[in-house]
């Protein structure tokens, strides 16, 4: 086998299913908005309500309901209802890692 083959085949070896491709890019698709970035920094710090993350991020909550309906259905915000009002909070701390290393990339 020559090296070409041989680097070849490690990165064959180290490559994932297409289905966690498609997954990732769902994910990533969720940090290209400013907007979902913003809502996400807010649930960091607290869990909020619809109307909690309108007075943060000064938005109508038409604009706030349909990122959190977004970040919901990819699984990094889940929800509680208490009551009539439903509160929000990051599903885990790896979204958090991931927010952070951006930013510490972009302002390094």
């Not at 698709?29 to 607290?46: C, G, H, P, Q, V």
């Not at 909020?48 to 970040?71: N, Y």
Request: proline share 1%; hydrophobic share 35%; net charge neutral.
């Amino acid at each position: 086998m020559n090296k070409a083959q041989t680097r070849t085949d490690r990165c064959r070896a180290g490559m994932i299913k297409e289905s966690e491709y498609d997954d990732m890019s769902m994910l990533f698709t969720m940090f290209a908005d400013s907007t979902r970035l913003k809502i996400m920094n807010a649930l960091f710090y607290e869990e909020l309500c619809v109307s909690d993350l309108c007075e943060v991020l000064q938005m109508s909550p038409s604009a706030v309901s349909h990122q959190l309906a977004s970040l919901k259905k990819t699984k990094l915000v889940k929800s509680r209802k208490d009551g009539k009002n439903v509160y929000y909070s990051m599903s885990d701390e790896h979204i958090k890692n991931i927010w952070k290393m951006a930013y510490d990339h972009i302002t390094e």
